[in-house]
């Protein structure tokens, strides 16, 4: 109990410090330049004082909770002996096809910790205020998560197979590229802003233990070199499912329209 | 006072829906399939009420703190009409929140390993320390100058995707020329540095600037501030492995 109060605290204080440097530009500005008094500074304090403290006990639970649970569990699903393999049988464990459960680990932890992640919330809810609700939270959080999802799993398939990692991301490019031609021009910031802010606080140290647990286990990858570029993904898909779903709105729409 | 409370506890019901899906799958994995049981229950709840309680405080924190204070002074911004200051602001907060960003932290620490390991630099601890604080100065000004670049498409009103188009080709272009070491840390850092906190705060600023000046669209010209912190790093850190 008294450690947990400890570590709290010790959450608390670093949270506030890596606030203090944005607290200070904002204050600075307001006061020097602008020289206006904020609006009902009250509220904005008691705002500000709770976004330190969420954030702190946030991350103070993740780290209590998930990411150990996480970090567990990437390096068990890679383990040889959960594939039923033998640690010598090279081929085998650089096969692909031995990693099912890995992909759907993959899959459904990239799902749902986009789903849960404080920044994509922002983001959405400032977009349904923009958009005047035609933008639903739920509907962007979800495409979202589908795109991160399907990213973290290619990104794992990637680190099995030691393909580098610009043969996928610079086809990727060229997808969002062709797309952003034919999508919707409203949707276009917003998809590229959703590829930036899916990777934060939540999603960050767990995907990054499961490459760095799956890059550790396979024959012939080193973590250092092959660990990496899991966050590139997941940061590149969210970009084609938010513009692919707007195109399939809209093409929706317009296919209802002329039927009528 | 009793409406905040309402208020809370019903934010308090949505951060638990938003989280049990996480707690469902890590449960489900580790029981089903790899067939061990749920290490230190006592532990895994307490944590998961403080992430529960963390995430509600944080959602309404945003909306009475960060989020008005954005757009306020986007709109202060906006009326003074000094272009000079409002670079410099959104210069100085790209700037500071990416220093103080500890996801980049940790990042940068790797980065300097795998150069180590990669024999671009002396394996001394000095030279790491040494090329991991380059490594974050170079990202945190390349976040500034985003987000500059960024304020400016929203003044001039720029379609974002000619500048994206741009980025991209910088990055595909420098992917030709860095070492490789450094490619997978480069595209990687692009996603770190957007942070929990900058995040609301860029959004809120670009919403409120877009929508403050005539004939510019809140949600075409509002957004894309964050896309462009996240690709310009990836230009920086492939420039710097290039020169160390």
């Known amino acids: 109990m008294l450690s947990l109060a400890l570590s709290l605290g010790q959450m608390l204080l670093d949270t506030a410090g890596n ?65 039923g393999l033998a640690p010598t049988d090279t081929a085998a464990l650089q096969d692909w096809r031995s990693y099912g ?53 290619l990104g794992s398939f990637r680190i099995i197979t030691g393909t580098p990692l610009h043969y996928y991301i610079i086809p990727g490019y060229c997808l969002v590229l062709i797309q952003t031609w034919f999508a919707p021009r409203a949707i276009v910031a917003l998809a590229y802003d959703s590829g930036g802010v899916t990777t934060s606080t ?59 | 006072m009793k409406g905040l409370l309402v208020q809370f506890l019903r934010s308090l019901a949505e951060s638990l829906r938003d989280l049990a899906p996480i707690l469902g799958v890590i ?18 709840l307490w944590g998961t009420a403080l992430v529960v309680l963390g995430l509600s405080l944080f959602v309404q924190g945003l909306k009475l703190g960060l989020f008005p204070l954005g757009e306020t002074m986007a709109w202060d911004f906006a009326r003074k009409g000094s272009l000079m200051w409002l670079f410099l602001f959104v210069f100085a907060l790209g700037f500071s929140a990416t220093m103080a960003e500890p996801a980049l932290m940790a990042v940068a620490q790797k980065a300097a390993a795998v150069a180590a390991a990669g024999n671009l630099i002396e394996p001394s601890p000095a030279t790491q320390a040494d090329y991991a604080r380059g490594l974050r100065y170079t990202i945190a000004l390349s976040v500034g100058c985003a987000l500059v670049i960024g304020v400016l498409r929203i003044l001039r009103g720029w379609p974002v995707q000619y500048l994206i188009i741009g980025a991209y080709i910088g990055v595909v272009g420098m992917t030709a020329l860095a070492p490789p070491e450094i490619i997978g840390i480069a595209y990687d850092s692009g996603g770190v540095t957007t942070s929990t906190i900058t995040v609301p705060l860029v959004a809120a600023l670009g919403v409120g600037l877009a929508s403050s000046i005539e004939g510019r669209n809140a949600l075409t010209d509002g957004f894309g501030l964050i896309a462009f912190a996240a690709l310009t790093p990836i230009i920086f850190v492939l420039g710097y492995g290039m020169l160390r």
């Open chain 2, 27 to 44: 449960g489900l994995f580790q029981v089903v399939v790899l067939g061990q049981p749920l290490p230190d229950p006592g532990d895994l």
């Open chain 1, 19 to 83: 606030v203090l440097p944005i607290i200070g530009v904002l204050v600075g500005f307001q006061v020097l330049v602008l020289r206006r008094p904020i609006p009902q500074v009250g509220r904005v304090v008691f705002g500000f004082v709770l976004v330190v403290v969420g954030l702190a006990f946030f991350m103070e639970g993740l780290e209590r909770a998930l990411f150990p649970l996480g970090d567990m569990m990437a390096s068990q699903l890679t383990a040889p002996a959960f594939l």
């Open chain 1, 101 to 153: 459960w890995v992909y759907c680990f993959a899959f459904t932890i990239g799902f749902t910790t986009t789903v849960a992640e404080p920044a994509l919330i922002a983001v959405a809810l400032k977009a349904n205020q923009v958009a005047g609700g035609s933008i639903g939270t739920w509907g962007l959080r979800i495409t979202v998560a589908i795109g991160v999802a399907v990213g973290v799993s």
């Open chain 1, 202 to 260: 939540v999603t960050v140290p767990l995907v990054t233990a499961l490459g760095l647990g799956l890059s550790s286990q396979i024959p012939g990858r080193n973590p250092v070199f092959d660990g990496f570029g899991l966050i590139a993904f997941a940061s590149l898909f969210p970009i084609m499912t938010v513009m692919g779903y707007a195109q399939l709105t809209e093409w929706y729409t317009r296919r209802a329209r002329a039927r009528t």
